[in-house]
């Protein structure tokens, strides 16, 4: 089955630095990736969309300079937390998708603490 | 985006069955209803899917109701690993790779 790989699973970094986080389809080419965040006990909440050789697409309210998306080829996507402030902490989720009916493919998240 | 409504949570006991019902009134015909799941501290994973027709695989059942209006993910013998917040989806498949928009889901829990 398709499998997605997310690195890395736990960061801790100082607020004021950048964090970049992997997602890799390990055994399908993915057009399209999705990424996440979760807050504790709460739903998942789309950060943007992105495509393959193409600016990724932001939801409202989602800071494009902040969090910032290069999906360079169709098996990595990296979403980069630029300046990271303790509310930036949460749980990022990526997920990808083949395009067809199959479905997605999530990646297990990567747990952000910003200190 | 058509909505789901699912119940915040249910309990149901080990190798007991459980329905876990969700309503999408609003529902389209090209939308195909997605269930997925998330254990704790990981990233959410594929159950089902259907369209019309009840659907079977070896996670779980899937029931539609005949309008489409509504459906119930079935677990026939709930494990102490099936413990999950439960997500219901309606995805257009009209529109190739769309994004999936999740609601707040049923946090299930299994006593044993």
């Known amino acids: 089955g398709a499998v997605v790989s997310q690195h890395p699973s736990r960061v801790i970094c100082k607020s004021g630095t950048s964090v970049k986080i992997e997602c890799r389809s390990l055994d399908f080419q993915a057009t399209t990736m999705f990424w996440y965040r979760q807050f504790p006990k709460k739903s998942l909440m789309l950060m943007a969309t992105s495509n393959e050789g193409s600016k990724a697409t932001y939801e409202q309210g989602v800071e494009k300079d902040k969090f910032l998306i290069n999906h360079a080829s169709l098996t990595l996507s990296t979403l980069t937390v630029t300046s990271a402030h303790p509310e930036d902490s949460s749980f990022y989720i990526c997920?990808?998708?083949?395009?067809?009916?199959?479905?997605?493919?999530f990646g297990s998240g990567t747990r952000l603490t910003v200190v | 985006d058509a909505k789901t409504t699912q119940p915040n949570s249910m309990e149901s006991n080990e190798e007991e069955p459980v329905h876990l019902p969700c309503n999408h009134s609003?529902?389209?015909?090209?939308?195909?209803i997605h269930w997925y799941r998330q254990l704790p501290s990981q990233g959410p994973e594929y159950v089902i899917h259907?369209?019309?027709s009840n659907v079977n695989n070896r996670m779980a059942s899937l029931a539609i109701a005949e309008d489409r209006k509504s459906s119930t993910l079935i677990l026939h013998r709930a494990t102490l690993r099936d413990a999950a917040v439960y997500y219901c989806?309606?995805?257009?498949?009209?529109?190739?790779?769309?994004?999936?928009?999740f609601g707040q889901g049923t946090r299930l829990t299994i006593n044993p």
């Open positions: 989806i309606l995805r257009d498949v009209r529109e190739g790779a769309q994004k999936l928009v």
């Open positions: 997920s990808a998708s083949t395009g067809g009916w199959y479905g997605y493919t």
């Open positions: 259907g369209l019309t």
């Open positions: 609003t529902i389209s015909g090209t939308d195909y």
